[in-house]
């Protein structure tokens, strides 16, 4: 194929001519390889915070057999600009080849899994896409793209939500955000997460909690096996040995305390407890 860039790609930066152009190889490579999505029975969305952990969940997802997860294609604004479902599955497949070439490095952080299904799969079954605040914030302001999400995939549409301890998303942002701009707030940091936990419940309380699944970042990291299982099962996917074995072996036994790397003040201490407290997925969490 030889398509725009995908993988990060913004909507709002390409211009019409641009996005028609995608548009018709997406419809070219889907027609080349008809009966490839034909098994296709689920479409799942990550959703989140920046920093939390759902680039290596995505990735460790993309790596089983009958999974393809994209990386950062913002699929809801494709489907926002209509394409159509076999547009986006190949565009999905596209995104994973540039991923792959690139081997699979994005932020100075490289998610490859050796000897696994990364950017092929057996068959179809679920295809997906790791863009979590930036979905997140989407599917907030327009509540409606979740049905059209799943009337254009024409499956069911499943959620996951990937948390990690608020304290060290804060932080890891608070540092690389003062790393580009030379600026960063803890406050505005603390407030934009607060926000988007307010949007996980919100759509929690529109799809169901059936239809949306918490995945710790710390429980990956700990046994990558039981919490892969775990992600599996909710996307009624098998879990083989072989590809739990080659996720575990390339994640990192413990997270990194970004919280120890910064002062905090009291005030912003109490904060980010009073923001764990008000949410149950964040239960448990704490700076010690």
């Not at 940091?189 to 988007?196: M, R, S």
């Not at 775990?230 to 996917?237: I, N, Q, V």
């Amino acid at each position: 194929m030889s398509f725009l860039p995908v993988v990060g790609v913004r909507m709002t930066r390409r211009t019409p001519e641009e996005i028609e152009s995608l548009r018709r190889a997406a419809a070219e490579a889907a027609a080349r390889d008809a009966g490839a999505f034909r098994d296709l029975r689920l479409f799942v969305q990550f959703v989140g915070y920046p920093r939390s952990g759902h680039s290596l969940v995505g990735a460790l997802l993309d790596a089983h057999p009958r999974a393809a997860i994209a990386h950062e294609l913002n699929v809801l604004d494709f489907l926002r600009k209509g394409f159509g479902r076999d547009e986006i599955l190949a565009l999905v497949r596209e995104n994973l080849a540039q991923f792959a070439a690139s081997g699979h490095q994005w932020q100075g952080y490289a998610y490859g899994v050796p000897g696994a299904s990364q950017g092929r799969t057996e068959r179809l079954e679920v295809a997906g896409d790791k863009k979590g605040s930036g979905a997140m914030r989407r599917l907030d302001e327009d509540p409606a793209l979740s049905g059209l999400l799943a009337r254009t995939m024409a499956v069911p549409v499943r959620f996951v939500h990937v948390t990690r301890n608020p304290f060290d998303m804060v932080a890891t942002r608070f540092r690389r955000t003062r790393a580009r701009t030379g600026d960063a707030s803890v406050e505005k940091l603390l407030a934009l997460t607060a926000g988007l936990a307010q949007a996980v419940d919100r759509l929690v309380a529109r799809e169901g909690a059936a239809a949306v699944l918490h995945v710790r970042h710390e429980d990956v990291v700990s046994d990558a096996r039981a919490a892969l299982a775990r992600l599996a099962a909710f996307l009624d996917l098998d879990a083989p040995a072989p590809w739990l074995d080659a996720c575990a072996a390339v994640v990192h036994p413990s997270p990194r305390r970004s919280r120890d790397e910064m002062p905090w003040t009291a005030a912003q201490r109490r904060d980010l407890d009073a923001l764990i407290a008000r949410h149950a997925f964040f239960a448990g969490y704490a700076f010690d």
